[in-house]
T-cell receptor
């Protein structure tokens, strides 16, 4: 069964460093998302991406964040200068069609900022 | 009032019990309703997806939506220890963004 994959599973970084989280969405999917879940809190929407453009973003997704689809298979989230409060699980998701359709989530990357 | 409210539990039931999980919401624009299951340190896994009001059944799972009361439910029949997980409700007004509840921890004891 096709699935969303994410690397690395755990990333530890120092405050102020840049990190890139990687995702490989399901191969025929066209819409891609990033969510985050701070420990003990809700899953929160960050951004949606379609046709090489951001289609929607939350207030969390400020100038420190960027997304990119550098090739036909990868989808990345970059955090330019990490803060302690960026420590969270980051989930990538993908769907075939836009809107609130069946979003399939990856296993997540645990980001720890020291 | 929070946009989506969900009792965090934990909810502990014996094997074979019927489980009822619930969410309330305040945003009347929500039209799409989902239930996800999340095992520890894993990503959410879609269980049920419904549009507007009514019931939807899939095996041991039944999702109910009551838009007039802004209330959704997930029922699990004949619960199994493998059902032990966190259950997340999620909603959308039609755009790309899903709004999640806090999740209910379910423990099914054998």
């Amino acid at each position: 069964e096709p699935e969303v994959t994410q690397t690395p599973s755990h990333q530890v970084t120092q405050m102020g460093q840049e990190v890139i989280l990687r995702c490989v969405p399901i191969s025929n999917h066209l819409y891609f998302y990033w969510y985050r879940q701070i420990l003990g809190q809700k899953v929160e929407f960050l951004v949606s991406f379609y046709n090489n453009e951001i289609s929607e973003k939350s207030e969390i997704f400020d100038d420190q964040f960027s997304v990119e689809r550098p090739d036909g298979s990868n989808f990345t989230l970059k955090i330019r200068s990490t803060k302690l409060e960026d420590s969270a699980m980051y989930f990538c998701a993908s769907t075939l069609a836009g809107g609130p359709g069946e979003q399939f989530f990856g296993p997540g990357t645990r980001l720890t900022v020291l | 009032q929070k946009e989506v409210e969900q009792d965090p539990g934990p909810l502990s039931v014996p094997e074979g019990a019927i489980v009822s999980l619930n969410c309330t919401y305040s945003n009347s624009a929500f039209q799409y309703f989902m239930w996800y299951r999340q095992y520890s340190r894993k990503g959410p896994e879609l269980l049920m997806y419904t549009y507007s009001s009514g019931n939807k059944e899939d095996g041991r799972f039944t999702a109910q939506v009551d838009k007039s009361s802004k209330y959704i439910s997930l029922f699990i029949r004949d619960s199994q220890p493998s059902d032990s997980a966190t259950y997340l409700c999620a909603m959308s007004a039609g755009g790309n963004k899903l709004v999640f509840g806090a999740g209910t921890i379910l423990r099914v004891k054998s």
